[in-house]
């Protein structure tokens, strides 16, 4: 398994401001996501983070409103910028270990732009 | 594109009932399945991982079926607590370490 410390756990933020969410990882894994939860929906992917590349993005999701790094293999960073209220949603950091089959989350960061 | 559905979306149970909770999706070409639980304002727990060479899987009370070919896939809970009362989520992945497809979710609530 592995362990995914996912910081802030919570923010309120100002419209128009950035935040930066943080993941680690207790061990090296291969793949990690970041996924968005909007209120009373399920699940939806915003992009993987490469290390030491350009993260990948879906559909929707631009580099511009959502900047990720990963500088190795055990870390990565998620920004929200330029907020607005549709952006309060619950951001979770996802990762795959080395065999990439069972993924795991960190326990979300819950955002609310005012 | 995949598709994952799962029904019903809630569910209210008294405590010590056995209940089932029902995942499908459109594409039986899945590499493997997962059920997840989420706490209210919280991250996803992993509960059980089906490969899809599996037929199921069992931890503790709870016990997860695959059926490739239908699409379709069961979470079984034995002996529901109140402390059981959470979302489960159901999430397939189409290859090896790629993204998940996600349903939206079955809220379960357990009544003392």
């Known amino acids: 398994s592995a362990v995914i410390s996912q910081k802030p756990s919570r923010d309120i933020c100002q419209r128009g401001t950035s935040l930066t969410i943080q993941c680690q990882v207790d061990?090296?894994?291969?793949?990690m996501f970041w996924y968005r939860q909007q209120p009373g929906q399920s699940l939806t992917l915003i992009a993987t983070?490469?290390?030491?590349?350009?993260?990948?993005?879906e559909s929707g999701f631009v580099i511009d409103k959502f900047p990720i790094s990963r500088p190795n293999l055990t870390f990565s960073t998620l920004t929200v910028s330029n907020m607005s209220p549709e952006d309060s949603s619950i951001y979770l950091c996802?990762?795959?270990?080395?065999?990439?089959?069972?993924?795991?989350f960190g326990q979300g960061t819950r955002l609310t732009v005012v | 594109k995949q598709e994952v559905t799962q029904i019903p979306a809630a569910l209210s149970v008294p405590e010590g009932e056995n209940l089932v909770l029902n995942c499908s999706f459109t594409d039986s070409a899945i590499y493997n399945l997962q059920w997840f639980r989420q706490d209210p304002g919280k991250g996803l727990t992993s509960l059980l991982l089906i490969q899809s060479s599996q037929r199921e899987q069992t931890s503790g009370r709870l016990n997860a079926s695959l059926d490739k070919s239908s699409g379709r896939s069961t979470l079984y809970i034995a002996a529901s607590q109140p402390g059981d009362s959470a979302t489960y989520l159901c999430a397939v992945h189409e290859t090896s370490g790629s993204r998940l497809t996600f349903g939206e979710g079955t809220q379960l609530t357990v009544n003392p």
């Open positions: 983070a490469n290390q030491g590349s350009e993260a990948t993005y």
């Open positions: 996802s990762v795959m270990t080395i065999q990439d089959t069972e993924a795991f």
């Open positions: 061990s090296q894994v291969t793949m």
